[in-house]
């Protein structure tokens, strides 16, 4: 698991502070959680994780329950504890939390109330009404409690010792008859006092150990497993009563101590132990083992109300600022020329060339030459005769195969191995550069990187390269460092790519950025080449990452900060006998998983001499011991050392503490922790539309630096789905998957760190919704089958109608037809009389009615004139007149008139005589052409302006 990859590390803020311990036989590394990050109160009195992994925690004022991310808070206004205030804290085998509250915080007699919450629903309960009848006594009867590895429960009131198991509740628990509180029990027995000692006894009362002891009076403390008990007193020297053996006082200072707080740590068999202002840990050896005061600074002070050593070993310290979560790592770094201290004044050895040669470390710095036995430590400084008028810092070591060693600089320095004293210094000509590169091929010439270009070292003798056979581009480069293939070839990392050097022929090839084809190589500055068992060239540079090269097929594959490493800045590769990349760079120690691309950062917290190394400061022992020189000295390691905690790592998963499914499109929410648990696919009707997944953090101590991702991959293939399958990161521990759609979908859940890597297993869910009804093949056969059915209703109802119809159709044409025969018949009666009319008409009226149309025709243009003017004209009353236009047209005499105006004006226009309406309403005698085109309108159906319209 990647650590730690952020370099912001601030000794105190309101959240978290970070502190590495040195000078230990572990690295301690701390993280202080306070008020800011969301718990209910700042005095912390007591933890318990529970089954779930989730971390609990009694304060002062309400009960908190914390996943690494967030905090979820019970009160007594709130949720109806009994009380806000909690002192201690159990779980039953049902997986409910006893909160308890005593009338003094570090004493267990005395109890006032007990609450029960429930670790996942959260449900809140209280002591009588969860137990009521069936608990033998009262809460306030408590006088003593604890809890068993098992999680059964045990009471002392009314001087008798109760077992509380959530199948069978309350039962007596036999026990010695003199035995008194304090008592404390293990997986298979328990410890208790007696008037004169403590003794051991198992679950059937029977007394396995007395251990004969004189108590002073006060409050005291029992605390232990099956393999022995610690007895806490006040006043009083710690005392471990080993199982099996005759009790021991263990005096750990001059000084008695003050009961404060203390708690057994069963995983490293450790007492803790608050002594203010001190924090202390015990083995039961009585060694002390860790000074919380000495490893921060005398001025350091801290006052612990509570402690817990969790599943993985993290110390929980409550104080009455917060808490804090404690990180105990076994130092697995050892630092050579390490100088503590962050003070510019302090001397520190920035470590060039590294060389190990029989025990001994050699070390070229800027502060001289050391060399350091390892196994002792001892340090001697080498001394070099100034024999040169220019003599530059010393860079690399080289060990030759014949057994020499060569420190380089801008000349070269024999070393005798045994004694470090400097045998011969060979000058190189012409040389104003230090030498970076160095190697021994198998022919034995010694080759030497300058800075401009190749030298070559024979008998004594340093010779310029010549053989660049039209690479120039190499003659102006930094050779920084040197790989031989098996073939004997020489590749060259440089400054201005990778260059490819035949001892006999000289260069032969370049890879760089500007190369094309397969000469194209992304590296321009590569210091340090490993070729692994396939061939596979991994190359540091200094800036573009790690490179993967083949050199055969030329398939380029580049890790930068993009893929999840801390810099881009590699100084050195190394691979450990289990296939592990050890890499150094400008930010950390990088280890790496080469097929996974996995990776884990380790900084100075983790024990490291510094988080930045130097580019030609590295090497790796015959023994695969691996050194690195930084800033600040020389950390070495054993890889092997680190390959079960990656396994454990590697196999830690991520955990849900608790799930909510959206019924009715989110609206009701109902809890399946369970079914999420126990069922391998999870199925839901199409109504379900959101998924909560609460997340519990798989590390407390890097929780803050932790970050949840999901992903929704459609299965079976889902076009409408909205989720493409990419990575989304949630907010806080908190997942939210909305918006499924029926069909399959796999979801993801990962946590990562800040550089993205993947932290422990993910979590993975095979979702399936199914298809509303009406997306169903049943629903679109029955459909199908309706609709035949509709269609083939629908036709004979339809037949059925038309034959009606049909009916219907041939009655009426029957009545139809004797109705035209009959009209036929009056027909011929009208058309006869008619006739006979006709007769009688004579054609005087016919000659009578041309003339008035003749007579208004021509007047018609006379805008006053009337029927009176008519009349005369046609030498007529206008009484008779009135009778005779109506007897022979049918009109009267303004409607005559009208109409013939009319008519005259649609003849007019329609010859296109008048182009304007108005001319032509004055033309026939209308004053008013509005009027005239509403008269023309009703008349004809359409204005005026319609002939305009159409010409």
Request: charged share 25%.
């Amino acid at each position: 698991m990647n650590r730690l990859v952020t370099p912001l590390l601030i000794l105190f803020t309101s959240l978290c502070f970070f502190c590495g311990v040195k000078g230990q036989d572990y690295t301690v590394n701390y993280r202080h959680i306070g008020l800011s990050a969301g718990i209910s109160h700042q005095e912390v009195n007591c933890f318990l994780q529970d089954k779930n992994g989730l971390m609990w925690m009694g304060t002062q004022h309400g009960l908190n329950r914390f996943d690494g991310k967030q905090f979820e808070i019970w009160t007594k206004a709130k949720d109806s504890l009994s009380s806000s205030k909690i002192n201690y804290l159990m779980e039953d085998q049902e997986g409910w939390i006893w909160a308890m509250t005593t009338a003094e915080k570090y004493s267990k007699n005395n109890v006032r109330h007990i609450s029960l919450v429930h670790s996942v629903s959260g449900e809140v309960q209280q002591f009588y009404q969860k137990l009521g009848a069936k608990a033998p006594f009262v809460a306030t009867d408590v006088q003593h409690f604890f809890a068993a590895p098992d999680h059964s429960l045990f009471f002392w009131a009314k001087n008798q010792l109760w077992k509380y198991e959530s199948t069978n509740g309350f039962q007596l628990q036999p026990c010695p008859e003199t035995v008194q509180p304090p008592i404390t029990s293990s997986e298979t027995d328990f410890w208790g006092v007696v008037p004169n000692g403590v003794v051991r006894f198992d679950k059937n009362g029977q007394v396995l150990e007395k251990f004969p002891y004189l108590f002073n009076e006060g409050s005291k403390t029992l605390a232990g497993d099956h393999n022995g008990a610690w007895l806490i007193e006040y006043q009083r020297p710690l005392t471990y009563f080993s199982a099996g053996s005759n009790a021991k006082d263990i005096k750990t200072t001059p000084n008695h101590f003050s009961k404060k707080e203390s708690y057994f740590d069963a995983k490293r068999q450790w007492l803790w132990y608050s002594n203010i202002p001190e924090v202390l840990a015990f083995d039961t050896q009585g060694k002390k083992v860790f000074d919380f005061q000495k490893l921060m600074g005398e001025n350091f002070e801290i006052l612990v109300t509570s402690f817990f050593v969790d599943q993985k070993g993290l110390i929980w310290l409550g104080t009455r600022d917060g808490f804090y979560v404690m990180e105990l790592k076994d130092k697995r770094f050892k630092k050579y020329l390490y100088t503590s201290g962050n003070t510019t004044s302090v001397k520190k050895y920035q470590c060039r060339g590294l060389l190990e040669h029989e025990g001994q470390l050699f070390v070229n710095s800027y502060q001289g030459a050391m060399r350091v036995d390892l196994e002792h430590g001892q340090v001697m400084e080498l001394k070099r005769p100034n024999v040169f008028p220019i003599v530059r810092i010393h860079y690399s070591f080289h060990e030759s195969p014949d057994g020499r060693i060569w420190s380089l600089s801008n000349h070269i320095s024999e070393i005798n191995g045994r004694t470090g004293e400097i045998l011969e210094n060979i000058e190189i000509p012409g040389c104003d550069y230090a030498i970076r590169g160095v190697h021994t091929d198998q022919n034995g010439i010694l080759w030497l990187g300058t800075g401009a270009g190749l030298s070559i070292l024979k008998d004594k003798v340093v010779y310029p390269f010549r053989a660049y056979n039209g690479f120039a581009s190499l003659e102006k480069s930094q050779v920084l460092c040197f790989h031989e293939t098996s073939d004997g070839m020489l590749w060259l990392g440089t400054d201005s790519g990778l260059y490819v050097l035949d001892p006999h022929e000289g260069i032969v090839d370049h890879f760089w950025a500007d190369g094309k084809g397969e000469h194209y190589f992304p590296g321009t500055q590569i210091q340090h080449i490993h070729e692994d068992e396939k061939g596979h060239f991994w190359m540091a540079t200094e800036h573009e990452g790690l490179i993967k090269w083949h050199p055969e097929t030329k398939k380029i594959q580049q890790l930068t900060r993009a893929e999840g490493l801390p810099t881009n800045t590699i100084y050195a590769i190394y691979q450990d006998q289990k296939g592990f990349l050890w890499m150094s760079s400008n930010f950390g120690l990088i280890q790496m998983d080469k097929h996974t691309f996995r990776k884990k950062i380790y900084l100075a917290e983790d024990g490291i001499s510094d988080r930045e190394f130097n580019r030609f400061s590295h090497f790796q022992a015959a023994d695969g011991r691996i050194f690195f020189g930084g800033q600040n000295g020389v950390t070495a390691f054993y890889p092997r050392d680190f390959w079960a905690t990656w396994d454990e790592d590697d196999q830690s998963s991520l955990q849900v503490y608790r799930f909510t499914e959206g019924h009715n499109f989110g609206v009701e929410k109902i809890e399946a922790l369970d079914r999420l648990k126990s069922q391998e696919t999870l199925k839901y009707p199409h109504s379900v539309r959101t998924l909560s997944f609460k997340i519990l953090s798989p590390d407390f101590f890097l929780a803050d630096k932790i970050n949840y991702y999901y992903r929704v991959k459609p299965l079976g293939g889902s076009p409408m789905s909205p989720f493409s399958g990419e990575w989304i990161k949630s907010e806080g521990s908190t997942v939210n998957i909305l918006g499924l759609i029926p069909g399959r979908h796999e979801i993801t859940i990962e946590a990562r760190g800040l550089d993205k890597e993947r932290i422990g297993r993910p979590l993975t869910y095979d979702i399936r919704m199914t298809q509303p009804f009406f997306r169903t093949w049943i629903f679109w056969v029955i459909v199908s089958v309706l609709v035949l059915c509709g269609f083939l209703t629908y036709f004979q109802l339809r037949a059925r109608r038309m034959a009606r119809q049909k009916q219907l159709l041939e009655q009426k044409v029957k009545e139809r037809t004797q109705q035209i025969l009959k009209d036929q018949q009056i027909i011929h009666q009208q058309a006869e009389q008619i006739r006979q009319l006709d007769s009688l008409l004579n054609s005087a009226d016919q000659r009578w009615a041309k003339e008035l149309d003749e007579v208004v025709r021509q007047s018609l243009s006379n805008l006053n004139l009337n029927i009176a003017d008519i009349a005369d004209e046609m030498n007529l009353s206008r009484t008779h007149f009135f009778r005779k236009i109506k007897t022979v047209t049918g009109l009267t005499p303004n409607q005559y008139l009208q109409e013939a105006r009319l008519n005259e004006a649609r003849r007019l226009l329609e010859s296109g005589e008048y182009n304007t309406v108005k001319a032509a309403s004055l033309s026939v005698g209308f004053k008013n052409p509005s009027y005239f085109s509403t008269l023309f309108k009703e008349r004809f159906g359409f204005s005026p302006t319609y002939y305009f319209q159409q010409k």
